[in-house]
């Protein structure tokens, strides 16, 4: 399997700025999965639709953090993240409610998620020991 990683970091406070300087370190062709990290200090509902505008419909995760390791080394209020893209692999992302949090529904929302991939379970995602395929 060829798997191509991008990295980028941007140092702008600015969500539209961070976002783009992000994307533009980030974009390669067929990107299936991305991951940032960013400082709590950013307006985060600018900066979702900012990313949102750039990414479209990449499935996309991120979070904030106490500080960011980038690939310049550990930073403070930045925009930090990586794409991954390859042929041979398929991501899904979904948004679930932590509280009250409901495991049935979790793991129903996986499998809703999994089979939209289009591949059995075993075939994409490593089974744990005792789950049966």
Known sequence: MS??????TSQSRDPA????ELFDSLQQPD??????YCAPEFDLPALAAELHRR????PMIGCTSAGEITPQGYLAGSLTGFSLSSSELDAAVDVLSLDPFD???????VQTLVQGLGAT?????????????
């Open 3 to 8: 798997l191509s990683v991008r990295k980028g």
């Open 17 to 20: 700025q961070a976002a783009q």
């Open 31 to 36: 990107i299936k999965f991305a991951v940032f």
């Open 55 to 58: 990414f479209g419909d990449i």
């Open 103 to 109: 495991s049935a529904t979790a793991r129903g929302r």
């Open 121 to 133: 379970p075993c075939r994409r995602i490593r089974p744990i020991p005792s789950a049966s395929c």
